[in-house]
């Protein structure tokens, strides 16, 4: 709809009236008058100085080489007498600061006349009154109301056309992309006779004949590897009504495995064939938001989400999603202390429906599941000086392997009423034994064919984990931080273990088995100097760290799945750092050095070049 003559004539007061009222508050009283270098004093101002034109004309004064009343005029002239200006630059300069005047005049008379006319008294009925705008300023307003008109009316419709939905505006997306080259060396020296069984290969395929003459799937210990490889996540966090929130995230990776979302180019087919997304985070959170009281946060998590727990790489690897149910909480004690707790119940694993699946008679399940619990506290030591610390325990209930009752598999296919307890990912350092009590008959040559196996770990896992970090600021923007933790698995019995143990052993005695040398004990440090964040250009942190993992210390499917390759039984260094390209966008690089604890000789280095992006 266009505007009509009356609502131009308003908005054209209005406007008027803005910009008197902004000129009257912006004058200023001119000084006192000084005395010139000559000691002549220039005239005393009490009122805004006259348009150029009024009074003496400014030609003539300048060209008389006298002063006038005029400021602006007996600026000119004096630059002239010193040079700076020529008489003829004077004069134009003289004419355009009159053209200048003349149109603030024409400005400020319609104000004064559109002032006048807002406050005169109500018109009665009959009177005609108009405020006087000059035809140049209305043409101008009423072109600028026009269009402005006009966007407003096309947005309005635009909008109620095509109006924007609720659930967008309360999504929030994120995500990252990184690009590695991955270099795998292996030194001289490693044990390639047979000595590494690649047990997660064989508990994820079908079982491996012991009593065969032909080697288990094993482990790459002697050749080097180069490849190339990418991570992509993208996800988005939900906020809901009343303090719920939910969330969802996908990534990219050769498996389904817990801890790696690397996905390596030329796999899966190779000749440019596409990659797989996985489910990587699906969750809803509820926040009790005040009711606690100031100070006071308590939050539950439903769903597969985040880790939860404060803790370093060795016990739950940076990748790592839980699933079940979680209690997030924290207290401010006061301005320099903070406590914090986490716990929850997460299945590990849950039996088939149908197993054994050639069976009749279906075997009891066989679930595994974790129970948590995380204690901690925040310490602001001194203003640049600030410790976080937790003491945590995992209780991992039916992960390790049990013997199954005693049976002949006719078929590699007949399964065991125990199957169910190996690991569904592994990746290597745990210790392990045979899960199927095969009964010898004459079906297998009185145990010497036909012996099917699958494997599952030795030991049960109960976690007792100490975590800590110190944060020091003193040298800002830079800072350094020590972070620490060392583990215990106390649900170890090496005795227990030496007597069914088919690995993690010292040489073996002629005839005989090596004797076990696997252990419970895990401990990591790791020094970072520079800045922590990496979000501005320019920024950079490197970091060294030493970690001693000994075989049955964690869980080798959730631990670091980068050190010497993944998994326990190792020791060793790691050094790297990163700098940033850009807010959203860093290098980074790193050295791993790695050599076995227990059992055969088995030494690797592993180097990282990466480039990361996020938005």
Known sequence: MSPTRQDILSF???????????????????????????????????????????????AAALAAGGISQNVTVNLINRLVKRGVLSQEDAGDLIKMAKADAEAARMRDEAMRVAIADASAPPAQEGDVSVAYVPQPVRQQMAAEIKAELEADSREHAWREKNPTPDWVNKFVVFGDFRTRYEGIFFPDGNDNTGAFPNFNAI??????????????????????????????????S??????????????????????????????????????QLWLDRAF??????????????????????????????????????????????????????????????????????????????????TDKWLYAAQLGAEWKIKEDLNAKFAIAYYDFRGIDGEKSTPFVPLTANDAGNTDGTRPSFAQKGNTYMTLRNIIPDASNGFGTTNQWQYFGLATPFRNITATGRLDYDGYEPFRLSLTGEVIKNIAFNEADIAAVAVNNRGPAAIGGTGAFEGGDMAWFLNLMAGDAALDECGNWNTFLGYRYVESDSVV?????????????????????????????????????SASEIAGPTLKSDILQFDVNAKF
């Not at 006192?32 to 009024?54: F, I, K």
């Not at 995230?249 to 990659?275: E, I, L, W």
């Not at 727990?309 to 999603?321: K, N, R, T, Y």
Request: net charge negative; aromatic share 12%; proline share 7%.
């Open 12 to 58: 054209a007061t209005l406007a008027a009236l803005s910009l008197q009222a902004g000129a009257l508050f912006a004058q200023e009283t001119p000084p006192p008058a000084v005395p010139d270098e000559s000691g002549a004093g220039l005239p005393v101002l009490t009122d805004p100085v006259p348009p150029v034109g009024e009074g003496v004309d400014p």
């Open 203 to 236: 508990n994820t395929g079908a079982p491996f004949d012991v009593s065969g003459t032909q080697f288990s799937p094993q482990l790459n210990v002697d050749q080097d590897r180069n490849r190339v490889r990418f991570r992509f996540r993208a996800g988005a």
């Open 238 to 275: 939900i906020a809901m009504e009343d303090g719920f929130t939910g969330g969802f995230r996908v990534a990219t990776g050769d498996s389904n495995s817990p801890v790696s979302t690397n996905q390596s180019f030329g796999t899966n087919g190779g000749q440019f064939s596409k990659y």
């Open 284 to 365: 809803i959170s509820y926040n009790f938001g005040k009711s606690l009281g100031d100070g006071t946060d308590l939050n539950v998590d439903l769903g597969r989400f985040n880790n939860p727990f404060f803790s370093s790489e060795v016990m739950w690897d940076d990748d790592i999603g839980l699933d079940g149910l979680a209690l997030r909480g924290s207290h401010k004690v006061n301005d320099t202390f903070k406590v914090f707790g986490s716990g929850g119940a997460f299945p590990v694993f849950n039996t088939d429906l149908n197993f054994g699946t050639n069976n009749p008679a279906k075997f009891e399940s």
């Open 556 to 592: 080798d499917g959730f631990t670091d799945s980068d050190f010497g390759g993944g998994g326990t039984n190792m020791k060793g260094f790691t050094i790297g750092g990163n700098y940033a390209l850009s807010p959203s966008v860093r290098l980074g690089a790193r050295w791993m």
